[in-house]
């Protein structure tokens, strides 16, 4: 098994299992520095607010930011999707 394939299940099974991690029942939550803030920004975005629904739990977005000139303007959406979760 390659080390990238290795490295891609890591990142799929930790995404499956914060949920059970982060029990709000005892003050818990879902906190989180994104995989990606640069041309997949707001996928990053969906798939971490995702995570938080399935989870039942607050999110917290750390260091949320646009990596690239390239990426800048999607700020604005992103921060708007962020508040309407």
Excluded: C
Excluded at 2 to 19: D, E, K, P, W, Y
Excluded at 66 to 74: D, I, R, V
Aim: no cysteine; hydrophobic share 45%; charged share 15%.
């Amino acid at each position: 098994m390659s080390r990238s394939f290795t490295l891609l299940i890591a990142l799929s099974v930790a995404s499956f299992s914060v949920g059970n991690a982060a029990e709000p029942e005892y003050g818990g939550g879902y906190y989180t520095h994104m995989r990606n803030a640069g041309d997949r920004l707001l996928e990053a975005i969906d798939e971490t607010l995702d995570i938080g629904r399935q989870a039942s739990t607050p999110v917290h977005l750390f260091h949320l930011n646009a990596a690239g000139k390239q990426n800048w303007g999607k700020m604005p959406l992103a921060i708007a999707t962020i508040r309407a979760a």
